[in-house]
């Protein structure tokens, strides 16, 4: 039996379906992984760190730091710019009293 000859009497159905299926399988294998953007659990009595953004009014277009109008201050702000996207939204994000 000759091989060549195998392949051409399935249907056109059969064979695309087989490709398909091998060319999903292998772009599944292709995959990557963002830094910090994996789910964390969290346990109750757990410590969450809760970090402030900026605050924006309905009238105007402006944004203003958090701790720009008065609110419980930390007694250190620290600015914590996680990435390249934050920095460019124009994201303030800072640490907060709160837990």
Do not use: W
């Amino acid at each position: 039996m000759d091989p060549r000859r195998s392949l051409s009497s399935r249907p056109p159905a059969a064979v695309s379906s087989i490709l398909f299926l091998c060319l999903f399988l292998i772009h599944g294998a292709q995959s990557f992984y963002l830094p910090g953007v994996a789910p964390e659990d969290f346990q109750k009595g757990d410590v969450l760190k809760v970090k402030v953004n900026k605050l924006t009014s309905i009238k105007t277009q402006l944004p203003y730091s958090y701790y720009s109008l008065p609110h419980c201050k930390p007694k250190k702000i620290v600015d914590s710019a996680e990435n390249l996207g934050e920095v460019l939204r124009g994201d303030r994000i800072e640490n907060s009293p709160y837990t």
